[in-house]
């Protein structure tokens, strides 16, 4: 029987099965009915509609290729060429475009692990029919994966197991799986999904109940997410979708995860008990150089959509033709090309893996990592120096516009340049705040910052990938080429002269 994605009907009724979320100190019935998910829930089913939409099909779907027939997310399944990796970043685009790419964690994000699965089952030893099992089962359905692989700031001093009270591990192992305790820092978008994956990055382990990678379903008993401030109930309060076009329907609300004897059953597991292969798992698993991938095209989306924010702006505040003003647009149409272009190359030119398969090349992956942590912030810099007051020359509310005794003045005094509307200027603005400005605006300056780690954790991992790959020896060989071809006494290659009688004459008294 041939298998298809779910439909967005179909994921929004795959939410309604008892998970434990709590936002504003009560727990949440439903999910897909809650002020603070509703309109998340609805713009993620909108992507799983356009896995049917003959307008979108060519470009984002492809065969399965676990086992059986039916079709499937493209990212969801082995790429084997530069070709594929290209469709890849095709479909990538095309959901990211869905979202305005501001849902950083779309259920393709996950893919970029369980579009492993397949080729790499082998690595998982004991386990590696699990992830065969996985690979076939996240195909069928195109499931919602989240991830938590960062420890809770606490005591990170300390090593892993002297932190037992708070860090994610197997409190026992039984014939029906692990007991597992613990939380993680931050589970994003985990309200939405379907899974979360649990894996350790950063601290060294050294006992085997910490040496863990495995998925647990949201409903599962003992589960616990416990919600930061919602962005999207903020705004339903606060205001209208005319005030809050961004965080009213597109927050991913990052969650602290909290399992209490949660039992994960064996099928769920990946590794366990095997300090080594645990530590090697982000170097071998080839989820990094798919996760960079889909971050970076994802980012490159977002940026054409500021950037076509910050260019209608300064149309509307009538300062386009400003020299200066022109310039650092440029610099951001610069940031965005920068970004497609490193998505480009990392599909354009892939590197051989497993089985056949291939990854994005991981040298402009990590490029991706640095350059984000200081293109973004600096992309929002711009739009706060040249909108300026812009951004705030504004009322509070779409209400202010029906009450009869201000609304001539807001006509007249708040219209834009060029024949632009004061109710266009505002929907602009209010829309470019809510980008940068809002609380949703500034946790997306730190999620870009902080999407791929830490600033010098990103910049240490790719120094040491080139160290490992002997890619830095050639360099240092490269440079030793140079300086081989001459000494102290001058060129020491055959070609080349050095014009002894011109050097006397410059060493003249």
Known sequence: MATRPMTGEEYVDSLRDGREVYVYGERVKDVTSHPAFHNPVRMTARLYDALHDPAHRDVLTCPVDGGGDGYTHRFFTTPRSAEDLVADQAAIAAWARMSYGWMGRSPDYKASFLGTLGANADFYGDFAENARSWYRTSQERVLFWNHAIVHPPVDRDRPPDEVADVFIHAEAETDAGLVVSGAKVVATGSALTHYNFIAHYGLPIRKREYALVATVPMDAPGVKLICRPSYTATAAVAGSPFDYPLSSRLDENDTILVLDKVVIPWENVFIYGDLGKVQMFTARSGFPE???????????????FLAGLLAKALEVTGTRDFRGVQSRLGEVLAWRNLFWGLSDAAARNPVPWKNGAVLPNPDYGMAYRWFMQIGYPRIREIILQDVASGLIYMPSSAEDFRNPDIRPYLDKYVRGSGGTTAVERVKLMKLLWDAVGTEFGGRHELYERNYSGNHENTRVE???????????????????????????????????????ELNALYRRP
């Open 290 to 304: 798919r996760f960079t991938f889909h971050g970076c095209v994802r980012l490159a989306v977002k940026l054409e």
């Open 462 to 500: 790719l120094y040491f990938s080139q160290l490992a790959s002997g890619q830095l020896d050639g360099y240092r060989a490269f440079a030793e080429e140079c300086m081989a071809e001459y000494d102290l006494d001058g060129w020491t290659v055959p070609d080349l002269a050095s014009f002894p």
